[in-house]
């Protein structure tokens, strides 16, 4: 008898139990208000990201095209991918030779987003970009120049 | 099929078409024969030195329960388990050996890589070692930081595996709940980090960049979110009857074995193992902040359970307590542009989500580590795993592999 007693209060408990966890789930069913779905791609242009969000390097330009990159390759030997190659050439500037960069390579496909070209470069020339949707139909389009066609170093830097 | 506890020859009768056939259009002896079938049998992969009753199953390396390329080889007597074989390498990147190559400031974007749930408390340790190398003094700031930031990532660990370890059981209503909670915490995180996942927010003398602005606000406000929600997670899965049926008892470890094993972390002090580096070695701000170890005698997959969910609720007792002190000051030390180890060795420790992460540096003098090893929490507790499901039923190997909450690219590194 007391068998037949036990079975049947772990039948009532289990089902209490179970009732317990079809309570929480059945308040999210009737509260719409809690559901967090966001309906992406549609809600692409309402999208808000952190504003420190690691999408991709960068480089910053100014109203004027100029950006801030000095071609010392500070940011190329602190990679530890080898995402980044400079190639610079040598102009005479107010009868100064200096360095000028020609094309700064960025490779996205071997980008880590550690962060390290940004914390190296000693005059702030890259920058974290917030895109985030990098799926590509080929390989060389992940292969960027980052800076401008035409673009110019600013003259707000000290060397 | 072929018998095993028959002689070969008996064997080649049973193929009686096939004798036939071969004999009628070959003068095949029957030492041929034999070979034969020895042969078929080799290629069909079945284990001449396994008896017939017995037999393996590969589970993985593609298995939904295996959370990654984790192969086990379970030998089987019908449904019971016999022993598990467990096959690694598949996600093997050479990690260790990649460090040889690369500047200590560089190392630790990998390490990221290891235990990717408990992502920052991998760059702390690194951090630490080189740190304790170089013997330099970091800001007071910056321990607190990295204290609130592992202890966010921590949560964010067991709230994934909660969910998975739902979802493993069949119960997929937790699997959402336990990802739409962890969202609360990535997005405190990527809000100060910029990173969701991989987050590489440490550096060996301090942090990336300084704290968000909103950094504790959106702590507290999490915090206040998460702590209603802890009944709710009793209600849907911890009391849940098939749940319980399904952990209670099953899988137990003892203190010795755990020990024996090296079974670290919430795994381990289910066992009452007292393994908290957290406590037992405090580093970081860990000392400041007052805690306690939890410690289950059960050592079964329920307690295992347990265990996670109140390391939950006691790291948001530890983030409680420091998010209002956070000093101020500079969050990063003074450090040269090349950091160069002296020569020697060093060790450190550090309490990751699913068990102590030790890291060993060699270092030459170089900019570069001699040799650097890292000492895994997850390749032990795989260790533990054959243990503990010898003759339980197949379906308590999935309960009991996610009680110990494996992580794969851990285990390989």
Request: a neutral charge; proline letters at 3%; glycine letters at 8%.
């Amino acid at each position: 008898m007391n068998s037949i007693t036990n079975y049947i209060k772990t039948v009532g408990k289990a089902l209490k139990s179970l009732a317990t966890g079809m309570g929480v789930t059945g308040y999210y069913f009737t509260h719409r208000s809690t559901a967090i779905t966001e309906q992406y791609p549609e809600n692409r242009a309402t999208l808000k990201l952190a504003e420190r969000f690691k999408g991709e390097i960068v480089m910053p330009h100014n109203e004027k095209n100029e950006h801030r990159c000095t071609g010392c390759g500070i940011c190329e030997t602190a990679c530890p991918n080898g995402s980044i190659e400079i190639i610079s050439n040598f102009e005479v500037i107010d009868g100064k030779r200096k360095k000028v960069i020609d094309k700064h390579i960025y490779h996205l496909s071997m980008c880590t987003l550690c962060g390290l070209c940004v914390d190296a470069c000693p005059s702030d020339a890259l920058d974290f970009g917030g895109d985030f949707e990098h799926a590509a139909f080929n390989r060389i389009s992940l292969t960027k120049i980052l800076n401008k066609e035409g673009s110019k170093l600013t003259k707000d830097i000290k060397e | 099929m072929a018998h095993h506890n028959q002689s070969p020859s008996e064997m080649v009768k049973k193929l009686g078409w096939l004798h036939k056939v071969l004999a009628e259009e070959s003068d095949t002896t029957e030492k041929e024969m034999t070979d034969f079938v020895k042969q078929q049998e080799i290629i069909s992969g079945r284990d001449p030195e396994i008896s017939e009753e017995e037999y393996f199953i590969n589970m993985g390396p593609q298995h939904p329960s295996t959370h990654g390329v984790l192969r086990l080889m379970v030998s089987l007597k019908g449904e019971i388990v016999q022993n598990i074989k467990p096959h690694v390498g598949y996600v093997h990147r050479g990690i260790e050996k990649m460090t040889e190559k690369m500047t200590y400031k560089q190392i630790i974007h990998l390490t990221d890589r290891l235990d990717y749930l408990s992502s920052t408390i991998n760059n702390h340790a690194v951090c630490l070692a080189v740190e304790n190398g170089l013997e330099v003094e970091i800001p007071e700031r910056v321990k607190y930081v990295r204290t609130i930031i592992d202890e966010l990532i921590r949560i964010a660990s067991h709230q994934l595996w909660w969910g998975v370890m739902g979802m493993d059981l069949g119960a997929l209503t937790a699997y959402f709940y336990g990802f739409r909670d962890r969202e609360k915490v990535i997005d405190v995180l990527e809000k100060n980090t910029g990173a969701r996942l991989l987050h590489s927010y440490y550096t060996p003398g301090g942090l990336m960049r300084d704290i968000h602005a909103d950094f504790q606000k959106d702590i507290k406000e999490y915090i206040k979110y998460q702590r209603n929600l802890m009944n709710e997670y009793d209600d849907l899965l911890s009391n849940n009857v098939i749940f319980r049926e399904r952990t209670e008892g099953l899988g137990i470890m003892t203190r010795e074995e755990a020990i024996a094993y090296g079974v670290t972390g919430p795994s381990g002090r289910a066992s009452n193992f007292a393994c908290d580096v957290r406590k037992q070695h405090p580093y970081a701000a860990y000392d400041k902040a007052d805690f306690k170890q939890i410690l289950y005698t059960g050592g079964d997959s329920f307690h295992r359970y347990k265990a996670r969910l109140d390391e939950i609720k006691e790291s948001m007792n530890i983030i409680e307590q420091l998010v209002d002190n956070i000093p101020e000051g500079s969050y990063t030390a003074k450090m040269k542009a090349v950091l160069k180890l002296p020569e020697g060795t060093y060790f450190q420790r550090v309490e990751a989500a699913r068990g102590e992460l030790g890291v060993y540096v060699i270092s030459k003098g170089d900019k570069v580590p001699y040799r650097m090893k890292f000492r895994s929490p997850n390749l032990s507790n795989l260790g533990a795993l054959d243990k503990l499901t010898r003759n339980y039923k197949i379906a308590d190997l999935v309960a009991i592999m996610s009680s110990l909450d494996l992580v794969i690219p851990d285990i390989d590194r």
